[in-house]
């Protein structure tokens, strides 16, 4: 079967480069792209943003950064099966044009979308699959289909009229999303993306090192919180790789692309502390000479203190936590407990042991009071006065298969606003950035009478190696900048 995989451009929404437009990597199109051409498909990878991030195009209230669908397969032979990757809810509607496009273009091909089920950026197709059937989609896969890939074939050649159980298409039956414990997952395939273009921006997700790649140690959560998507796409359910799996791959990388730092895009990775130890004892035992970053965040209490050490002789440089919200009352209508002492303890342990720190808060749930607000300022002074990095904030975002989605929680006054992790389009969305930013105040107040932290990373985030995803900003807030000057100038030329 002769299998195309398109992933889209990628989503900036403007006037906030901090919730939107990070260069998340085609990760789970890549592995499925692995998948399907070790099970004898014929595979083509058209990453779109991957392609030229320096092209940029104006759609109103965001920018989407990489090539246009149109430009990128033209000469493209029709294939059998065309794979649309739902990367981010930002990327959504881009989505659906691509779907569009594809189907017009490419009429007896079947057309299907992926979910992203291993993102908190993601979105539940199933959702909003009626727009997708409106676009042109055959059928929606969600979950995994690694798991019953000769069923997706043989559904996309004809071969059988039998629906895939993962696979939603308009006749409107319900889905089964196949999560498999202790699954082994192909390496995926990188010499179908343009590696290059990615290490040549001067920004990443995680702290930008010269060549990294991203990888998934684990898979899944199992903790229920209202505002997050993957409760619905993993139905609460954690499925660990096996140490030796994930040294593996990390060891080849190293040896086939010459990479030693990987930005662990896990959304929970050490849910089993056992686990992570072995890990870590694998890679020192192996020399491994790799270093690790935790950049998707992960359940504080699942590190314990005695553990850092090792995870920093082991090569982990950076590690991002989720505390929310300082309020237990409201963490508690979230759905998510956090222990506020290991938090403090954890954040301590780390500096000592030169691992880097970030903390994200939210602001803006429905339930959330002025009481819980200042309880969340409370707690972020005390962290940061715990030798805590840095902080990212968001306003809660009505992502659809959320839980606060599914209850029409919030209201989002403009319907066609960017879907964001901080949507402008949200009712009262001013007086929830104005928190926001009061609390982005207050990390530099405390940052600056810590005394030269600070200073040190102003200086690494300008002439050096960024450290924390903050000291990114500067380098890419300059580089967004140029390509929407650069834009606009060609706009003029060619007028």
């Known amino acids: 079967m002769n299998v195309t995989i398109i992933t889209p451009r990628i989503a900036v929404q403007k006037g906030d480069f901090l919730g939107s437009g990070i260069p998340y990597w085609p990760l789970e199109a890549a592995i499925l792209a692995s998948h399907a051409r070790g099970q004898g498909d014929h595979v083509q990878l058209f990453d ?15 920018y989407l950064q990489g090539v246009p669908v149109t430009d990128a397969l033209k000469g493209v032979e029709e294939p059998d099966l065309l794979v649309v990757f739902a990367l981010s809810y930002m990327s959504h509607q881009e989505v659906l044009k691509i779907g569009t496009y594809l189907a017009k273009t490419y009429p007896k091909a079947k057309l299907v979308a992926l979910e992203n089920s291993q993102a908190v950026t993601s979105y539940s197709l199933e959702d909003v699959k009626s727009a997708f059937f409106e676009a042109g989609y055959h059928g929606l896969i969600c979950g995994e289909a690694y798991f019953n890939w000769d069923a997706v074939r043989a559904w996309a050649m004809g071969r059988s009229a039998e629906r895939p159980v993962n696979l939603i298409t308009p006749e409107g039956q319900g889905i089964e999303r196949l999560l498999e414990k202790n699954a082994t ?31 998934f140690t684990s898979r899944g959560c199992p903790y229920p919180c209202d505002f997050c998507v993957v409760p619905t796409t993993n139905n609460k359910r954690w499925r660990p790789r096996p140490a030796d799996e994930v040294v593996d791959e990390m060891i080849q990388m190293r040896d086939q692309f010459g990479v030693r730092d990987f ?24 020399k491994a000479g790799i270093r690790f970053y935790i950049v998707s965040g992960t359940k504080a209490e699942t590190i314990p203190i005695e553990d850092v050490p090792l995870m920093a002789q082991a090569g982990c440089r950076y590690i991002s936590i989720s505390p929310e919200s300082g309020s237990k009352r409201l963490m508690k209508i979230i759905g998510k407990r956090f222990n506020y002492e290991h938090g403090l303890e954890l954040a301590k342990a780390c500096r000592k042991s030169g691992i880097r720190t970030q903390a994200c808060f939210l602001v803006g749930h429905p ?18 006065r715990h030798k805590l990095d840095e902080v990212a904030v968001f306003i809660v975002a009505p992502f659809a298969g959320s839980a606060l989605y599914q209850r029409e929680s919030i209201d989002l006054g403009d319907q066609n606003a960017l879907p964001s992790f901080s949507p402008k389009g949200r009712k009262n969305f001013e007086i929830l950035e104005q928190r926001r930013s009061e609390l982005i105040r207050l990390f530099f107040s405390e940052k600056l009478r810590a005394g030269f932290d600070i200073w040190m990373q102003g200086l690494r985030s300008l002439f050096g190696t960024p450290q924390t995803k903050m000291e990114n900003l500067p380098k890419r807030m300059i580089y967004l900048y140029w390509l929407v000057l650069k834009n606009r100038w060609f706009q003029r030329s060619a007028s």
Request: aromatic share 10%; net charge negative.
């Open 367 to 384: 339930d959330e009071t002025a009481e819980d607000y200042q309880e969340t300022r409370s707690y972020m002074t005390k962290l940061l």
């Open 48 to 62: 779109l943003f991957g392609m030229n991030p320096e092209r940029l195009t104006d759609q109103g209230d965001h």
């Open 263 to 286: 930005q662990i895009e896990d959304l929970n990775p050490t849910v089993k502390g056992q686990r992570m130890r072995d890990i870590c004892e694998r890679l020192i035992a192996r």
């Open 185 to 215: 997952y192909p390496v995926p395939a990188w010499d179908l993306v343009n590696l290059k273009a990615y290490w040549g921006l001067p920004y990443s997700h995680g702290p930008k090192t010269k060549r990294f790649l991203p990888i």
